[in-house]
């Protein structure tokens, strides 16, 4: 085994929520990637990535599902414990997955169980009024959440597969306002998946919170990919337009990691290729 050289220099403790705030007002473009294990894990957070996802995408990239549908709070939990491991630096972010901020009191439950394992912060999906509703009681109770809005996967069934959100002028007036009520409830960061470029330019100018686009152009506050795509794995699924192989780059998981932070953090990537009109 070749184990990577870890930074000893770099700070020790985890980038906190005010600092996703703070970084927004400097500047500096946020660098965030999916993780499902402590090795992994480990090669991102010494390479310069501010915020590592436990995303319920596990269930497509890791179990070979069609779908994020299945995924369970045990499952997310299982993977924070393995990925808070490998982390001394980055944000640890996990998923409530399908179904698990039904109601407040489940998304306290669930996002309860995955701070304890190790989560910094939760991510759910939506802005509905029950989605509202959890984000508010969450973070009155001391539990930051990030906000996921777009293409939000969990909606697969209602969207018909997984489409651009936004294109049409009704949509995306109701995409701007939900941008909105998601800070307004209590959100500390928002995840923007497939909506065009700009629209998405659009709503991070007005969101109070910084925003991390993926598939939604250059002009988000930072940008999240997933590890397999990042790294060019096949996953089994469509590879979407957004996505690009950094391994292709970098020569080596490390490289690749540090050319696709190195990207994000000076404008790079995403390029028009990976963008939505
Ligand atoms: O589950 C996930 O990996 C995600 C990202 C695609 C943002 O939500």
Not at 98 to 110: H, K
Not at 148 to 166: A, E, I, N
């Amino acid at each position: 085994m070749n184990p990577t050289v870890i930074d000893t220099s770099a700070p020790t403790r985890p980038m906190t929520v005010p600092e996703l705030a703070e970084s927004r007002r400097a500047g500096r473009k946020l660098a965030m990637l999916t993780a499902y294990d402590a090795g992994f894990a480990r090669v991102f957070d010494a390479n310069g990535a501010d915020i590592i996802l436990v995303g319920d995408s596990l269930g497509m990239v890791v179990q070979g599902l069609d779908s994020t549908l299945p995924v369970s709070v045990d499952d997310i939990a299982y993977h924070v414990r393995a990925v808070a491991r490998g982390l001394r630096r980055a944000l640890l972010l996990a998923d409530l997955p399908f179904q698990a901020d039904a109601t407040p009191e489940r998304a306290l439950d669930a996002a309860t169980r995955l701070l304890q394992a190790g989560a910094g912060m939760v991510k759910l999906e939506g802005a509905g009024p029950h989605k509202l509703a959890a984000i508010r009681f969450l973070a009155a109770r001391e539990i930051p959440v990030s906000a996921h809005l777009g293409l939000t996967p969990q909606s697969v069934l209602r969207f018909g597969g997984f489409k651009v959100q936004g294109r049409e002028a009704a949509a995306a007036k109701q995409l701007l306002a939900d941008a909105q009520a998601v800070a307004e409830a209590g959100a500390s960061l928002l995840v923007l998946e497939c909506v065009p470029s700009a629209l998405a330019a659009e709503i991070t100018r007005a969101s109070p919170i910084p925003t991390v686009g993926i598939g939604a152009g250059p002009h988000c506050d930072g940008q999240v990919l997933v590890l397999h795509d990042m790294l060019g794995l096949d996953t089994g699924h469509r590879r979407p337009k957004f996505v690009k192989d950094f391994l292709a780059d970098g020569g080596s998981v490390a490289g690749a990691v540090r050319a696709y932070v190195d990207a994000v953090r000076d404008g790079r990537f995403p390029a028009a290729e990976h963008s939505y009109a």
